[in-house]
C-alpha cells in the first residue's frame, strides 16, 4: 500500500500528515506534526544549515545562541509526519542547551521522546540530529570568523 500525504485541514502549509497515520505513530508525534513547535525561521540566527536526508526530505534549522546558551531554534522541512516531528523534538531538546551539548543529541533520544517511529521513519531523527549538528558547526564557524575579524580590526 503506498503512502499517501494529505494537507491537514485549517493548518498552515507546512503541517502534513500521512493518511492512516492514527495506527502509526504515538500521540506525541502526531501531536507535534499537526502543531509543530519551534516552525519557521528564527531571525537573527547565529546558526542555519540546510540537509537533505537519504529519503530526499530537506530540513533546514535556524539557531540563536546567546552566551554559549541556545536561546532560539527554529526548522522548515518539506518531509512527512515523521519529519516534522523530529524536528520539533530536535529543536526543543536544542533550546536551553549550551552550544557544544546540542551535537550530543542523538537518534535514539528524539526517538525515544517521541514514542518511537516505524522502522521505515527512524531515519528522520537522524535527520533531525545531522541538521541541528550542521547548525551548530555554522554557528561556531561564523563566529570564528566574526572573532577573527574583531582581533584584526
Do not use: Q, Y
Request: hydrophobic content about 35%; aromatic content about 2%; proline content about 3%.
Amino acid at each position: 500500500m503506498g503512502r499517501e500525504t494529505v494537507i491537514l485541514k485549517g493548518k498552515s502549509s507546512g503541517e502534513r500528515a500521512e493518511a492512516g497515520t492514527e495506527e502509526k505513530f504515538s500521540r506525541t508525534v502526531l501531536e507535534l506534526a499537526r502543531h509543530p513547535k519551534n516552525m519557521g525561521k528564527v531571525e537573527d540566527a547565529d546558526g542555519f544549515a540546510t540537509v537533505t536526508g537519504p529519503c530526499g526530505d530537506t530540513m533546514s534549522m535556524w539557531l540563536k545562541v546567546e552566551e554559549g546558551v541556545i536561546v532560539g531554534a527554529g526548522f522548515t522541512t518539506d518531509g512527512c509526519t515523521s519529519s516534522i516531528a523530529s524536528a520539533s523534538m530536535a529543536t526543543m531538546m536544542a533550546k536551553g542547551r549550551r552550544i557544544d551539548e546540542a551535537p550530543r543529541v542523538r537518534p535514539e533520544e528524539i526517538l525515544d521522546a517521541l514514542g518511537g517511529l516505524p522502522e521505515e521513519n527512524r531515519h528522520c531523527a537522524l535527520l533531525a540530529v545531522n541538521t541541528l549538528a550542521a547548525s551548530v558547526r555554522d554557528c561556531r564557524e561564523r563566529r570564528r570568523k566574526r572573532d577573527g575579524m574583531e582581533t584584526a580590526g
